[in-house]
Every structure is written in structure tokens, then in C-alpha cells.
């Protein structure tokens, strides 16, 4: 498996867009900090677009769209996603129409809850309550189950024919043809006309985790914040690059390059 190189030697001179996961991404010790907000609006100030990609829940993904300086929101590991339309307008796109939807979401929950009482201790995340499409277990939030615990979850929610993809502190599960990528590809389509190319160079992808594996391998300006070493071993693939500095402040490591490309000489604070 491929080493990922260190930042300073990605070309991100052509960069116009950044897709960023957020948890163990953005956040740091699960917290946003106000550097790393400082940071998203720099990257905004500069003319960059920015577009969130999380597992996290529809209602989430509202909020950061309205609240955010960000372009939009790809929510439930591309379930749905929020871009703004004509005039501003927030949009609202579905993966799925509702005649699948509404058979999935009614299957997943039983299939979920007959998993969760074969392990002991697991359980729903707390804001599986404002999703739509998909279900979160919580394995490294409140809970803590460990590796162990959470590698039986993604093994007898897979063979009972679940998605199951884990982010830095939630087991995501879904039925449906969709993942991040195909959600971000759509997003692309839909909200700027673009089609994106073998080694497109406008377009660079961060994140941090198992669930960020498509992404790494569908962007060819893929970046890792240093936290995603824990992984490296053992995801389908890894980032092309990686920072110094973990979470959040990898990020702002990387905003750091990205206004560095552009010439702005005031950087985002350390």
C-alpha cells in the first residue's frame, strides 16, 4: 500500500474547491475550534468553495449549511445533501426517491435493532434521532466499545446485507446505492456543472478515517490530517498526502497551503 507523502508536496496551485470530512477532521477532541472556523472562512474570504461530507445527520447537515461559511453539506455518508440554490436557496437532494426510501429506512431499523442486542453495551448515537436515510451506532462517542466491539458490529450488520462503514466515532448503516463518493459526484453535477476527471486538480478531498476510503481513492488531491495514521494499516486506501498536525489542526495545516497557493500572505493562525 502506497505511503501517503507529506503535504508540502501536493500541487495545490490549481485548487477551487474543498470536500472535508468533519469528524476527527474538523473537530478536535470533538469540539470545533474557533481557529478552525476561522480557517473555513478564510478559505471562503479567498474563493474557495467549501463542501462538507459526513456521516452525520440530516438535521446536522441543515444547520452547518444555514450556519457555516461552506457551499454546501453531503449528509448520512451521502444519503442526501444540502447545496444552495437560486437566489441562495437552500436545496435539499436525495439519493433515493421516497418509494425506496420508505421501505430501506422501516428494514434498517429492525435490522439495527436485531444486531444491537447480540452486543452488549451498544447502542444508537444520541442524534441517530435527526437522521433520515441512514443510522448511527455509537462506538467511540459515548460509548466505548473498542475495536473489538466495533469490528463485531460491522461484521453481523454486514452479513445481515446492512452497509456498515465506520467514521472516528459512529458505525454509519444504510441500504441503498449510495456512499460519499456517488453523493459528491451528483453534488458536483447538480451544483456546478462540472464533471470531474482522472487527476482533476480543482478539487481536493480531506478526512480522517475508514469512511473517507472512496474519497482517498476518487480524488487525486487527496489529504489525510495525521490522526488517520491509527487507520492506514488497515483502510482500503489511504490519502495521497498528509499533514503534520492531527484533527483540526491539520486542517487549518492545510487551508495554511491552499492561501499560500493563491499568494494571500496572512495565514490562518496555528
Known sequence: MATPRPLREADLSRVEGVFTDVDGTLTTAHRLRSTTIRALERLSDAGFKVVLVTGRPAGWGEAWARTLPVEGVIAENGGLFFLRGAGGRLRKVYAESPRVRGPNRERLQAEVAAVLRQVPGARLSVDSAYTEVDLAVDWNEEARLGEAGAERLEALLRARGVTAVRSSVHI?????????????????????????????PRFVYVGDSFNDAPMFGEFALSVGVANVRRVLERIDTPPAFITRAEEGRGFEELVRALLASRGVRRGVAP
Not at 454509519?172 to 476527471?197: E, I, M, Y
Open 172 to 200: 454509519n448503516c444504510w441500504l441503498g446505492r449510495f456512499d460519499k463518493r456517488s453523493a459528491v459526484r451528483r453534488f458536483l453535477k447538480l451544483a456546478w456543472g462540472v464533471t470531474p476527471v482522472p487527476g482533476e
